[in-house]
């Protein structure tokens, strides 16, 4: 399979927990990037990366959350101290440079924090 | 951050009619409006796009219609089949993509 592969589909942690999410985007594709999806909600951006380096920042992302892509790629995504609000679907998804390029879609991580 | 304001939130159309889906945009440097399918428990998949010097693009049932002056653009799913029962997003990309808040569409059989 040759998609975009995101690590685990489902973690549930306690509320204070670190959590780190995996994703393995399309082999030749440079951009990777994160949203989150709560329910009933379109995706919401996160981050970027064009190859290893992180080229914006959402300011959803607040001091708790971050991103990695060192190799230029696979990429983590960490959440330090989750709180409940964090509970949501974190999407990883792939592109190739170009403006339009299509971008492919993980199934995503469901993170629930109890 | 409501770049793009996509509506109706649901639509309910009988199988074999038309669905028809809008969206309006704000921001003039975005280059590329995507429309994306998502089912339950998935990830969204492309389902059609268009760039803004197009002013229509017809894929198998699904067609887009974009307006550039007005900064809206619509899809049409013509002879719509129980089976696109799903949610759809529209989106407009400018190096990373922002998307509408969804369209939970039901077709009944």
């Known amino acids: 399979d040759t998609g975009v592969s995101q690590d685990p589909r489902h973690k549930i942690t306690k509320r204070g927990q670190n959590v780190t999410f995996r994703c393995d985007p399309i082999?030749?594709?440079?951009?990777l990037y994160w949203y989150r999806q709560t329910l009933g909600q379109g995706p919401e951006f996160l981050t970027y990366?064009?190859?290893?380096?992180?080229?914006?920042k959402s300011r959803l992302l607040s001091d708790r959350f971050s991103a990695e892509r060192p190799k230029g790629s696979f990429s983590t995504l960490e959440i330090q101290r989750t709180e409940q609000g964090d509970s949501a679907m974190y999407l990883c998804?792939?592109?190739?440079?170009?403006?339009?390029?299509?971008?492919?879609f993980g199934q995503g991580t469901r993170l629930t924090v109890v | 951050q409501q770049q793009v304001k996509q509506s109706p939130q649901s639509l309910i159309v009988q199988k074999g009619g038309i669905s028809i889906i809008n969206c309006a945009y704000e921001n003039t440097a975005f280059d590329y409006f995507p429309w994306y399918q998502q089912f339950p428990g998935k990830g969204p998949a492309l389902l059609i796009a268009i760039r803004p010097d197009v002013s229509e693009k017809k894929e198998g049932r699904f067609t887009i219609s974009f307006n550039k002056s007005a900064k809206q653009f619509s899809l049409h799913i013509m002879d719509s089949q129980p089976g696109d029962s799903a949610t759809y997003f529209c989106?407009?990309?400018?190096?990373?993509?922002?998307f509408g808040k969804g369209t939970r569409l039901h077709i009944l059989p």
């Open positions: 990366f064009q190859n290893e380096a992180q080229l914006e």
């Open positions: 998804a792939s592109s190739l440079i170009q403006g339009g390029a299509e971008a492919f």
């Open positions: 989106a407009a990309n400018d190096d990373k993509i922002i």
């Open positions: 082999s030749e594709h440079n951009r």
